[in-house]
């Protein structure tokens, strides 16, 4: 997506839990344990800190 638009940043999920989506998701569920959301969380600031870097 990047590729075809300017001024976009993609925060990764996927990516971000790796092999390891069964110990970030809740069972039976689609939403992020505890330890997901602060996974989540690393993401997205990396995503926006060049945003807010001087």
């Given amino acids: 997506?990047?590729?075809h638009?300017?001024?976009i940043s993609i925060a990764?999920?996927?990516n971000g839990f790796y092999e390891n989506q069964a110990d970030?998701?809740?069972e039976g569920d689609i939403h992020p344990t505890?330890?997901?959301q602060?996974?989540?969380a690393d993401v997205g600031?990396?995503?926006l800190k060049?945003?807010?870097e001087n």
Avoid: K
Wanted: charged share 30%; glycine share 4%.
């Fill in 1 to 3: 997506m990047e590729e």
């Fill in 5 to 7: 638009h300017e001024n």
């Fill in 12 to 14: 990764d999920a996927y």
């Fill in 24 to 26: 970030y998701i809740i």
């Fill in 34 to 36: 505890t330890e997901g």
């Fill in 38 to 40: 602060r996974i989540l």
């Fill in 45 to 47: 600031i990396e995503v």
């Fill in 50 to 52: 060049p945003y807010f």
